[in-house]
């Protein structure tokens, strides 16, 4: 499965040269033209992104989260919710490379067929990187009016959180 894995995209590049040639397209000019048309979306892009990078270091490096957390625990122990999952939970709507690292950690901590693995992988795969999502895309092509896409978007993700928790246990 590694060879698959190591040689798939040099196979599709090839693919793509092979397929190029036969269709008698230079290949290697229609690859710097792509470049050169993408560069002022990729640069109009970087400062979304930058404020968005400033702003989860910010509240990440800020002790809110755990704080948050702190607050939240004695509900959670109330209704039977491992506290474990609370920063994917969290986390997931600002980042999703952050939220898959909380999410290896599970792994590695609680070994990855426990319950607290399937929950957090469930979480981790319904929910969507909302605040990722608004700030670069929405960002890059300049709409400003982000209110309600936010709230729908952070709504969604959670009843995803909530609804994993219930149908969760329901399976495992």
């Known amino acids: 499965m590694k060879l698959v894995?190591?040689?798939?995209?040099?196979?599709?590049?090839?693919?793509?040269?092979?397929?190029?040639?036969?269709?008698?397209?230079?290949?290697?000019?229609?690859?710097?033209?792509?470049?050169?048309?993408?560069?002022?979306?990729?640069?109009?892009?970087?400062?979304?992104?930058l404020a968005m990078i400033f702003g989860i270091n910010i509240f990440t490096s800020s002790g809110l989260v755990s704080y948050m957390f702190t607050f939240?625990?004695?509900?959670?122990?109330?209704?039977?919710?491992?506290?474990?999952?609370?920063?994917?939970?969290?986390?997931?709507?600002?980042?999703?490379s952050f939220g898959l690292a909380l999410l290896n950690d599970v792994f590695e901590s609680y070994g990855a067929d426990t319950y607290l693995s399937i929950l957090a992988s469930v979480i981790q795969g319904s929910s969507d990187t909302t605040l990722y999502i608004i700030t670069l895309y929405f960002g890059t092509i300049g709409i400003k009016k982000i209110k309600y896409a936010l709230w729908a978007g952070l709504?969604?993700?959670?009843?995803?959180?909530?609804?994993?928790i219930i149908i969760v246990p329901l399976f495992f």
Request: glycine share 4%.
């Open 5 to 49: 894995s190591n040689l798939f995209i040099p196979i599709l590049v090839l693919t793509i040269i092979i397929y190029g040639a036969n269709k008698k397209i230079n290949v290697y000019d229609s690859f710097v033209n792509g470049a050169k048309e993408g560069l002022p979306m990729v640069i109009s892009m970087f400062p979304p992104l």
């Open 155 to 164: 709504l969604a993700d959670l009843a995803t959180v909530i609804l994993s």
């Open 72 to 96: 939240l625990k004695p509900l959670l122990l109330f209704i039977n919710v491992p506290l474990e999952i609370l920063p994917i939970a969290v986390m997931r709507p600002l980042s999703g």
